[in-house]
Antibody, heavy 117, light 110 residues
Framework: EVQLVESGGGLVQPGGSLRLSCAASGFPFSRDYMTWVRQAPGKGLELVANIKEDGSVLYYVDSVKGRFTISRDNTKNSLYLQMNSLRAEDTAVYYC??????????WGKGTTVTVSS | QSALTQPPSASGSPGQSVTISCTGSSSDVGGHNYVSWYQQHPGKAPKLMIYEVSKRPSGVPDRFSGSKSGNTASLTVSGLQAEDEADYYCNSYAGSSTYVFGTGTKVTVL
């Protein structure tokens, strides 16, 4: 069964940092592009960042450039999102998802990040 | 990139059909045959319903169908059922390994 499980979310003060992790199983993780998508409370979906199978970063949404870093460890079948200098507007559910031939096809259940003092 | 435009809401009675539009530009919807549709129930992760404009993943009922004309894609749900009540989002490849999502449509089964 293809599965993505996120972890690492929580409550953090503005200016703080968090590292999200995503454990993948059931598919050849090292061969696939991966992505982080977020959804602010009551809002729509937004692509945050995506990464090639070899670790090359493809894209960051403008609002996170210079603050967030996407990375992966193919030996651990894991995807990461390091989030620094967090702002209230980063509050969202963050989903790990597979980017498979121009389609974001498999999603994790998400992890909630709340930025508040 | 601007979000793709969807109507905020759509509704239909059980057994009826509802169609949701998704309007973009020649840089995304109109320029690529890589439009996907997702169903999202409250508190749940999005679920892929349609990919490559009109293809259904295994397990998705054939009541769900997709199409595209120019810069506008559409999702039709035929034979509406209570469990189809959810938010629906379109998504399009926009070149250079980026994607743009739609604004979302809340479908209500009356």
């Amino acid at each position: 069964e293809v599965q993505l499980v996120e972890s690492g979310g929580g409550l953090v003060q503005p200016g703080g940092s968090l590292r999200l992790s995503c454990a993948a199983s059931g598919f050849p993780f090292s061969r696939d592009y991966m992505t982080w998508v977020r959804q602010a409370p009551g809002k729509g979906l937004e692509l945050v960042a995506n990464i090639k199978e070899d670790g090359s970063v493809l894209y960051y949404v403008d609002s996170v450039k210079g603050r967030f870093t996407i990375s992966r460890d193919n030996t651990k079948n894991s995807l990461y999102l390091q989030m620094n200098s967090l702002r209230a507007e980063d509050t969202a559910v963050y989903y790990c998802a597979r980017d498979y031939y121009y389609c974001i096809d498999v999603w994790g259940k998400g992890t909630t990040v709340t930025v508040s003092s | 990139q601007s979000a793709l435009t969807q109507p905020p809401s759509a509704s239909g009675s059980p057994g009826q059909s509802v169609t949701i539009s998704c309007t973009g530009s020649s840089s995304d919807v109109g320029g690529h045959n890589y439009v996907s549709w997702y169903q999202q129930h409250p508190g749940k992760a999005p679920k892929l319903m349609i990919y490559e404009v009109s293809k259904r993943p295994s397990g998705v009922p054939d009541r769900f169908s997709g199409s595209k004309s120019g810069n506008t894609a559409s999702l039709t749900v035929s034979g509406l059922q209570a469990e189809d009540e959810a938010d629906y989002y379109c998504n399009s490849y926009a070149g250079s390994s980026t994607y743009v999502f739609g604004t979302g449509t809340k479908v209500t089964v009356l």
